[in-house]
């Protein structure tokens, strides 16, 4: 689903920014579209790994830097203007704010969040999930019109706790032991609720021409 967004995008000649890049595989798509992209991590192993694909491949048009995407202005960056900015589970207030100042009006804003439903069998979400009308509010709040909206929703089903931990990076189940939220799954599969959701909000939406008002 959020792949089709791009599709549907004209990134030819376009400067893009991609936050919270990692190896860079949503970045080198937008490449491929003959965009000029800047991925920004903060994580030097995974811009490591993205610098030395883009040198394989050969995308002379990538570039991957390292930066905070929610305490950093996006004009630091880049000093051409940023015509379009992606991500893929990388949002929170904070990156939406940055990138409704750094975008040029018209300019696309294309991402994939955690939906407010992504693990619910936990009773815990992601710490940055959001349902449509939070995600809604919070666009229009930034100078965005939403073009699309739409939710990206798979059920795993499994037949015993011990298959999810095989489905599960150990991170994650280290991180639910720790918190309680394999508890609360446990608990879900004693009654029967032998699945797990994973739920993704995918948006795509424009910076209004609306100007700025002084707070």
Not at 125 to 139: I, K, N, Q, V
Not at 158 to 180: I, N, P, Q, S
């Amino acid at each position: 689903m959020l792949l089709e967004q791009f599709r549907h995008e004209d990134f030819r000649g376009r400067l893009v920014l991609d936050l919270g890049t990692g190896e860079g595989r949503l970045a080198f798509v937008a490449a491929s579209l003959s965009a000029r992209v800047v991925g920004v991590d903060l994580d030097r192993v995974k811009l490591m790994h993205a610098r030395a694909y883009a040198g394989i491949r050969d995308f002379r048009n990538a570039e991957f830097i390292l930066g905070d995407v929610e305490k950093t202005p996006y004009h630091e960056f880049s000093r051409d203007p940023i015509d379009a900015v992606i991500s893929n589970l990388c949002i929170s207030p904070e990156i939406i704010w940055h990138s409704s100042r750094a975008l040029r009006p018209g300019g696309a804003f294309i991402f994939a969040a955690h939906h407010g439903d992504h693990w619910k069998e936990t009773r815990r979400g992601s710490r940055f999930a959001f349902f449509e009308d939070s995600m809604g509010d919070l666009l229009e709040e930034n100078h965005f019109d939403i073009e699309f909206m739409g939710v990206d929703t798979t059920v795993a089903e499994f037949e015993h706790l011990r298959e999810v931990e095989l489905f599960l990076r150990d991170k994650t189940v280290r991180r639910w032991v720790e918190d309680g939220r394999w508890q609360e799954l446990a608990d879900a599969f004693a009654r029967g609720e032998t699945h797990l959701t994973l739920a993704y909000l995918i948006v795509k939406a424009r910076r209004t021409t609306a100007p700025y008002t002084v707070e």
